[in-house]
């Protein structure tokens, strides 16, 4: 048990502090990916929430096998070390004592996780199943789009890894014409592209560095890029974007006069992904002439680059004090939580 709640520890530890420094350069590649690569702005997001908790463990899993070792690997002997010591810290009052409670705090948080990640998957699966069983094949469509009637306005995609595409009966019937195909082919989009999976290994993630605010703002902006992902691929496939941007203000409207209706149903089916942000986003880019503007901007590239090569550098030539800091680490847990 001590080895586990030291391993959590570190592992929670290491990807907090990895999402700080990931901050600035996702911002930068994001940034260079231009706005008419929302695909890319996707990858960047997911990668700045996904790559920290694997950091994490290699970090947790690197500290354990040092240890591990023995004291021939220790900092504190031979001559002092420069690296982060959390000696002074366990010596301190009550310093055992929040080190435990770190340690524990950790272990919940990557609990937290792994239950966000295998409850997103039932409840997927289940949606999936609900729909597959109570849903209708929307008429003239050859995607196997269903339609089925929850009380409002809804269009979503239910499953992971074979997702299906869902409008309610309301959709259906207040849209209709070029702006129900619109609807229909941004869910697709979101079937071909997985995103119900990258959604849902993003949840994980973020599960796990909750309390860090980074997280929070990758969070926010991987949800807007894949949904504009979805419209630029659904435009791409033929969607005129005056009839998507059509889809998406008769939706919000129709969704703002009728409330959801409790049920299992309403529970597991998601809210329209920021319909009002989306149709600024479509008439900025294509209504209005500028489907032409540069998507890349050398100048950002350079500076992602060269952030990203400093953290590379920095990691190399600082690869002593890392081990040292990873053992110690590992050292002043497992006496804390013993």
């Not at 997702?163 to 009966?169: K, R």
């Not at 997985?194 to 949800?223: G, S």
């Amino acid at each position: 048990m001590a080895a586990l709640l030291t391993g959590a520890g570190i592992l929670v530890g290491t990807a907090a502090a990895a999402s700080l420094l990931l901050a600035l350069p996702a911002a930068v590649l994001a940034e260079t990916a231009g706005e008419r690569n929302a695909a890319g702005r996707a990858r960047v997001w997911l990668a700045a929430l996904a790559v920290p908790p694997a950091l994490g463990l290699g970090a947790a899993l690197w500290a354990l096998a040092l240890h591990a070792q023995g004291t021939v690997a220790s900092p504190h002997l031979g001559g002092l070390r420069p690296h982060l010591c959390l000696l002074p810290l366990l010596n301190a009052p009550s310093g055992a004592f929040v080190l435990h409670s770190l340690a524990w705090l950790s272990l919940l948080l990557v609990v937290a996780a792994v239950l966000r990640a295998v409850a997103g998957a039932i409840s997927s699966h289940l949606l999936r199943r609900m729909m597959v069983r109570s849903g209708a094949p929307l008429e003239r469509d050859d995607g196997g789009v269903l339609v089925i009637d929850v009380g409002r306005p809804a269009s979503f995609t239910a499953g992971l890894l074979r997702p299906v595409a869902v409008v309610s009966t309301m959709v259906r019937e207040e849209l209709g014409g070029d702006s129900l195909m619109a609807i229909v082919a941004h869910e697709r989009a979101h079937m071909r592209r997985r995103d119900n999976l990258l959604r849902l290994i993003a949840e994980a993630c973020f599960a796990l560095l909750v309390f860090v605010p980074t997280a929070w703002y990758y969070r926010r902006r991987l949800r807007a890029a894949l949904e504009e992902a979805a419209d630029d691929e659904a435009i791409a496939a033929g969607v005129p974007p005056e009839s998507l941007a059509r889809a998406l203000k008769l939706a919000e409207e129709s969704a703002e006069l009728r409330p959801r209706v409790p049920s299992l149903a309403s529970l597991l089916i998601p809210e329209p992904a920021i319909p009002a942000h989306r149709r600024a986003r479509i008439a900025d880019l294509y209504d209005r002439g500028a489907a032409r503007r540069a998507a890349r901007n050398l100048r950002t590239t350079v500076l992602a680059v060269i952030g990203l090569l400093l953290l590379v550098v920095l990691a190399l030539v600082a690869r002593r004090a890392v081990e040292d800091s990873l053992y110690c680490a590992a050292e002043q847990l497992l006496t804390a939580v013993s």
